[in-house]
């Protein structure tokens, strides 16, 4: 995999498919890989354009910060890497936050935005019931297969969970999120914190100009679709919907759903 420098950190990033450009940008713990369902179904209409956020996976920290505006900086350095001037930009949970600053930053650039399970402030996504507290424990105490049991509920939905064999479905997910479900990177602490200062809802309305989706998942625990409604109201034109009996972990696990609203959205921006 080709790397690019940005910001003192070294950007690990894939390229794959013809067509219009679009750039993926993951959210707190995952790799690019985790975008694997988007690149298979879509690759043969678009250029997709996949990286690892700085120091996880295959990306180097190296001296720089870990902060929404850097972060942002690495997905244009990957765009420029890649010689595209323009792209659509997709962004999902803390990969939305990003993708609110890749397109502030240079609105001229982006021919649409899709953010999904995101919120309008990042503090949001630190903001957690007890419920969500208990769960965000069992994810780091305890034997393995207990943390990646908690984990899998953190992502998957209830019916999902229910027909599924959890060991054999977590062993199916690693891969996507970069590492085994039982054990959290250290950078998500730091991911967690970067999202927390962050808060562009003063500056979203700025935005009007790019044709922009909101897509929530009706059972997301964590980006909760009362989130996405008031990220969709303060960019002026932003489409919202919501994705039926799914969770935080909907491009993963309803990824025909997810591509199907994508390609449309790709093709009205057109």
């Given at each position: 995999?080709?790397?690019?420098?940005?910001?003192?950190?070294?950007?690990?990033?894939?390229?794959?498919?013809?067509?219009?450009?679009?750039?993926?940008?993951?959210?707190?713990?995952?790799?690019?890989?985790?975008?694997?369902?988007?690149?298979?179904?879509?690759?043969?209409?678009?250029?997709?354009?996949?990286?690892?956020?700085?120091?996880?996976?295959?990306?180097?920290?190296?001296?720089?910060?870990?902060?929404?505006?850097?972060?942002?900086?690495?997905?244009?350095?990957?765009?420029?890497?890649?010689?595209?001037?323009?792209?659509?930009?997709?962004?999902?949970?803390?990969?939305?936050?990003?993708?609110?600053?890749?397109a502030?930053?240079?609105?001229?650039?982006?021919?649409?935005?899709?953010?999904?399970?995101?919120?309008?402030?990042?503090?949001?996504?630190?903001?957690?019931?007890?419920?969500?507290?208990?769960?965000?424990?069992?994810?780091?105490?305890?034997?393995?297969?207990?943390?990646?049991?908690?984990?899998?509920s953190?992502?998957?939905?209830?019916?999902?969970?229910?027909?599924?064999?959890?060991?054999?479905?977590?062993?199916?997910?690693?891969?996507?999120?970069?590492?085994?479900?039982?054990?959290?990177?250290?950078?998500?602490?730091?991911?967690?914190?970067a999202?927390?200062?962050?808060?562009?809802r003063?500056?979203?309305?700025?935005?009007?100009?790019?044709?922009?989706?909101?897509?929530?998942?009706?059972?997301?625990?964590i980006?909760?679709?009362?989130?996405?409604?008031?990220?969709?109201?303060?960019?002026?034109?932003?489409?919202?919907?919501?994705?039926?009996?799914?969770?935080?972990?909907?491009?993963?696990?309803?990824?025909?759903?997810?591509?199907?609203?994508?390609?449309?959205?790709?093709?009205?921006?057109?």
């Open positions: 995999m080709p790397f690019v420098d940005s910001r003192g950190a070294r950007i690990s990033y894939a390229d794959t498919g013809t067509g219009e450009g679009v750039l993926l940008i993951q959210g707190i713990g995952l790799i690019g890989e985790g975008w694997r369902p988007q690149v298979e179904g879509l690759r043969d209409r678009y250029r997709l354009l996949t990286f690892d956020n700085r120091g996880i996976g295959a990306s180097e920290l190296g001296g720089g910060e870990v902060s929404i505006e850097a972060m942002a900086a690495d997905a244009w350095a990957v765009a420029d890497a890649a010689g595209l001037e323009r792209v659509h930009v997709v962004g999902h949970s803390m990969g939305g936050v990003i993708a609110q600053e890749v502030l930053v240079a609105p001229r650039r982006v021919r649409s935005l899709s953010l999904l399970c995101a919120f309008a402030s990042g503090r949001q996504a630190a903001t957690l019931s007890p419920g969500m507290m208990w769960t965000g424990l069992c994810t780091r105490v305890g034997p393995r297969a207990f943390r990646r049991n908690a984990f899998l953190l992502v998957l939905p209830p019916a999902e969970l229910a027909r599924v064999d959890r060991a054999a479905e977590a062993a199916r997910l690693a891969p996507l999120f970069g590492h085994d479900l039982a054990d959290q990177p250290p950078i998500v602490m730091k991911q967690l914190r999202t927390a200062r962050y808060d562009a003063d500056r979203l309305a700025t935005l009007a100009a790019i044709p922009t989706l909101v897509l929530s998942a009706e059972l997301d625990r980006a909760q679709p009362r989130f996405g409604r008031e990220l969709a109201a303060a960019i002026p034109g932003a489409l919202y919907e919501e994705i039926p009996g799914a969770a935080h972990g909907v491009p993963i696990s309803s990824p025909a759903a997810v591509n199907a609203r994508l390609a449309a959205h790709f093709a009205a921006a057109r």
